[in-house]
């Protein structure tokens, strides 16, 4: 194995990333070494290509980005004794701390010392990942390393499909980008009586139609009370899964929820937003944050879901060799793509 490797790196405070030769990185005690197969291009991805405030304020430069992969193990740190040589494997990209009261609860996803592969630390996008084992995800042979590339991202769309009990339940998505879509997949899966999808891209709702059994409603061109009315839903959505970031979205799935409603909130409004605090009040409406994905239990409930059924492959639109990396990144940044694959193969 050569010492050095092919990685996408941020390079420098500005627009894009570069396609640089970096060192192979070295593991420690207790970490595994990954020959990465596929990267998934994230939304995340696109905030550090595009070097937005947030970007501006958050990521390191120079660094490599990228937390979205499958590959397999090259080599296992001298204290690692439960992986081995081969193992196929995803990995969780949130690298937790030991100290804080969350972690000694066994809450690891709720960490304040959090930091994230490819945004704090060195990421996927690479030949080579340096990951602590305690972070490894082993793949079994019915999840290939197209599917292992974007569990994260279905990670988060789990994670927050699964916030409250869908069983029988009437549930509203806001935002049909890919995280959208595959809990729109996840809540079908898991026994949602109906599951309707809003946005205003009617590309993101025509893939959102063909990934899962769900109506898609553009909201610039359809009432969505007509909508819901036509579903022979007397009193309004039981769920929200606000997915968009968007304001007037969640004004709009607090207007059309059920009193006593409850709303997994995953989509990042940008800065402050006004709320509406007194019709939340007044709805006994329950909001819950969702962040990253319930380390591990989230991962097993999506393995195990995947090998009972939910296919979510459709949501993948694109594919590309890494040295393409540009094309992928430009179809991302068109907003007409679902996920994309980026293959690190030779």
């Not at 990685?7 to 500005?14: D, F, G, I, N, S």
């Not at 070295?26 to 290509?49: A, F, M, N, Q, S």
């Not at 009437?170 to 109906?194: C, K, N, S």
Request: charge should be negative; include cysteine.
């Amino acid at each position: 194995m050569s010492n050095e490797m092919k990685a996408l790196v941020k390079a420098k405070p500005e627009p894009g990333l570069w396609m640089q030769t970096a060192p192979v990185p070295e593991i420690g005690p207790d970490d595994v070494l990954i020959r990465v197969h596929k990267t998934g291009i994230c939304g995340t991805d696109i905030h550090i290509w595009n070097w937005d405030e947030w970007a501006a304020k958050t990521v390191p430069v120079p660094l490599i980005t990228g937390h979205e992969f499958a590959g397999e193990i090259v080599e296992l740190g001298r204290d690692v004794d439960d992986l081995h040589i081969g193992q196929r494997c995803s990995g969780e990209g949130h690298l937790i701390g030991q100290h804080s009261r969350q972690v000694r609860a066994g809450k690891f996803h709720l960490d304040p010392e959090t930091r994230g592969i490819g945004v704090d630390e060195p990421g996927a996008f690479a030949e080579y990942l340096a990951l602590p084992a305690f972070n490894v995800v082993p793949l079994p042979d019915g999840i290939d390393d197209e599917i292992g590339a974007i569990l994260d991202p279905l990670g988060n769309a789990v994670h927050t499909a699964l916030s409250f009990d869908l069983v029988g339940e009437d549930v509203l998505i806001t935002g049909a980008g890919p995280i959208g879509i595959m809990a729109a997949a996840v809540a079908r899966h898991v026994g949602a009586r109906h599951v309707v999808i809003t946005d205003i891209n009617q590309d993101r709702l025509d893939l959102a139609a063909r990934v899962a059994d769900v109506v898609p409603v553009n909201v610039a061109k359809q009432d969505l009370k007509e909508i819901s009315t036509g579903l022979k839903m007397k009193e309004g959505f039981d769920i929200g899964l606000e997915m968009s970031g968007n304001q007037r979205a969640l004004d709009q799935m607090i207007e059309n929820l059920v009193m006593g409603g409850r709303i997994a909130l995953l989509g990042i409004p940008p800065g402050k937003s006004p709320v509406d605090w007194s019709r939340i009040v007044f709805k006994a409406i329950t909001i819950k944050g969702v962040y990253g994905r319930e380390i591990f239990e989230t991962w097993y409930k999506m393995i195990a879901m995947l090998e009972n059924g939910l296919d979510v492959r459709n949501v993948i639109t694109h594919r590309f060799p890494v040295d393409h990396y540009r094309d992928g990144f430009d179809v991302m940044l068109s907003g007409t793509s679902g996920k994309v694959v980026l293959d690190w193969g030779e």
